[in-house]
Nanobody
Framework: QAQLVESGGGLVQAGGSLRLSCAAS????????MAWYRQAPGKQRDLVAA???????NYADSVKGRFTISRDNAKNTVYLQMNSLKPEDTAVYYC??????????????WGQGTQVTVSS
């Protein structure tokens, strides 16, 4: 009924930048909160940043001042601009969204994940 597809991951040197995108598609009436999580090997999945429909944002302390989350409601897309990347930012990054479908149902959807690797 809906799906999220991430893109923009890759390999970058420490200090570099990457921009992740996550596009939602399907029978979507409205997207509520959209967020990025990340999971490093052997660790739990943690919140990186979140953004509400009225663009109120929240960040993990570890990325404040380096990462910026934004969204384009017309394109059903959320972005994560990552600057000053560090090796400890290496993880699989997942986007998630609260989706209201045209049927009136509400679900939390997740993307398949995109790998970000930061070399030292």
């Amino acid at each position: 009924q809906a799906q999220l597809v991430e893109s923009g991951g890759g390999l970058v040197q420490a200090g570099g930048s990457l921009r992740l995108s996550c596009a939602a598609s399907g029978r979507i009436f409205r997207l509520n909160v959209m967020a990025w999580y990340r999971q490093a090997p052997g660790k739990q999945r943690d919140l990186v940043a979140a953004i509400t429909r009225d663009v109120s944002t929240n960040y993990a302390d570890s990325v404040k001042g380096r990462f910026t989350i934004s969204r384009d409601n017309a394109k059903n897309t959320v972005y994560l601009q990552m600057n000053s990347l560090k090796p400890e930012d290496t993880a699989v990054y997942y986007c998630t969204a609260g989706v209201v479908l045209y049927s009136g149902s509400y679900y939390d959807y997740w993307g398949q994940g995109t790998q970000v690797t930061v070399s030292s």
